[in-house]
């Protein structure tokens, strides 16, 4: 590796400035260089006149090339005169391949006022809240434009697909909700017994589960987990066609993607989330009566008895209704975000993300609606 | 040093389960020369550049690369060789998350030691080079039409001044005029940084263009390499096929009359 003082030294002759470069001109000692040829830039400004020679360069290239010509460039700014001796023709080309690049001034982006841009970015995020509410009503209005044309001519509807996708989102989806709502019970009829202990009342912990499952608990858990789990590979599955163009190859061919793709998916959601709702439901309550079993000492029979003194079929119905509106808001979403997605890898990640925070929100929002709701017709 | 191969490929073998794609495959790549790499879709040409790289295992056989073996290098000089060659990828593969400035200063930030104010002024001096404008600096990948993308990707291979660049069909999903330009890019580009180019190509018209040597690979193996009268004479089937074709023999037409 050569030293500092080959790669470029400086000598005075009068008004005359000569340099001599040598070693390698290249890449690997780009930083060095760079700021011997500062430090020369500076000692020159008094210098008139500039030679350098270029004898001893055993290695030459763009970053030196560029280096070399930011220095000439530099003096011929100010009236300078330079000159470059010994220089091998071959690297002469690249020289002056680089006389004629960074010619524009660089414009550095305008400086925004920060209470300027934050009142911008809220209000971007307001109108964008608004377009989403937008986007997600008209997905809506589309599938049911889809569902009312597939009403009219039922053998249009795409039954492989939707069977195919009730395997993935449903059956398959019964062991991990089957394990997560088992846990959930359990934890809920711990918390109850062990608090309830307190006053004498470890019995109402059943009362506790039974209603809490079956109205909130279960058909939450189970939204939640279908949003992750189905949503999101819902928005990915669509976000990847988006991308290769599938989807206007299917709009070119006649076909309408709402009703080929995403009519037979949301279809599929809605009919899934029930039935995933009483599993998980079903599990929670088996949950909740092994822990009052083992940890509260009430044996099963005492579960189910006071389990059929605490809850009623309205409870269990509460939940039910609940579970077909929350599949269709995760489907809506999740589509409706699989078809934003632009043509890059990372709008695919940002559009996955979106639809799970979308979708869990909106779940949860709906829920509270329906808790008003329920409330005010006395359920 | 001119005599020595920069690229010395010899005896490989790769395959993946029962299937063997290069079979006892040699080749040598001189230096300074353009070499294009020819052969029908699932030959090989890309299992043979990617193996070449490192991105893919040999079962058998050896790949000298600047004069040192890829088998007996260790990790340190391995990342050392990489320093000094540069890939374009088929699909440009620009990462999606950085812009074109970064795409380029890319490289640059991982192996040099340089200040910001050099390091954006050599990532416009390559965008330049390649053909494009300081205003496309700050565009992200999505924006960029496919002959675009290719310059940046170009534009990224060279970032560090290799001495080797491996394309890989550069032409590829580009109209005639746009392939045309790039062939003369990379002829401008080999002159002017005294590039090593190995090539894989599908174009003819590249072949006939840029490429000082040419090697069909058939049947696992390479069946010719030389210059473009080479591959006119030989007597390979595929090869014959390929170079006397309908398409082929437009082109022939015209280098004749440019020999003659």
Redesign the interface.
Known sequence: MASDASLLTAKFKGDRLELAAGGSW???N??EL?SLVDGVAQDAARARNVSIDMGDVRQF???GA??LE?LTRQWRGTGGVASIVGMPE?DR??LK??S???R?P?QAPARENGLVSALAAMGSGVAGFGRDLLTFVSMLGAIGMAGARVLTRPRDFRFTSAVNQLDRVCWQAVPIILLITLLIGAIIAQQGIFHFRKFGAEMYAIDLVGILILREVGVLIVAIMVAGRSGSSYTAELGSMMMREEVDALRTMGFDPVEVLILPRVLVLIVAMPVLTFIGSMAALYGGGLVAWFYGGMSPEIYLARLADAISITHFKVGMIKAPFMGLVIGVVACAEGLLV??????LGLQTTASVVKSIFLVIVLDGLFAIFFASIGM | MKDKPVISVKDLVVGFGDTTVLNHLSLDVRAGEILGVVGGSGMGKSVLLRTIIGLLPKRHGTIEVLGIDQDQANEEQRRALERRWGVLFQQGALFSSLTVRQNVQFPMRENLDISQRLMDEVALAKLEMVGLTPADADKFPAELSGGMTKRVALARALALDPEIVFLDEPTSGLDPISAGDFDALIKTLQGTLGLTVFMVTHDLESLYTVCDRIAALADGHIVAVGPMQTMLECTHPWVQTYFQGKRGEMLTGRVSQLVN
């Open positions: 290249t890449a690997a780009a930083g760079e290239d763009t970053y560029w280096l930011r071959h080309t690249l391949e680089m004629g690049v960074n524009e660089v632009k043509g890059s890898a990372e709008s």
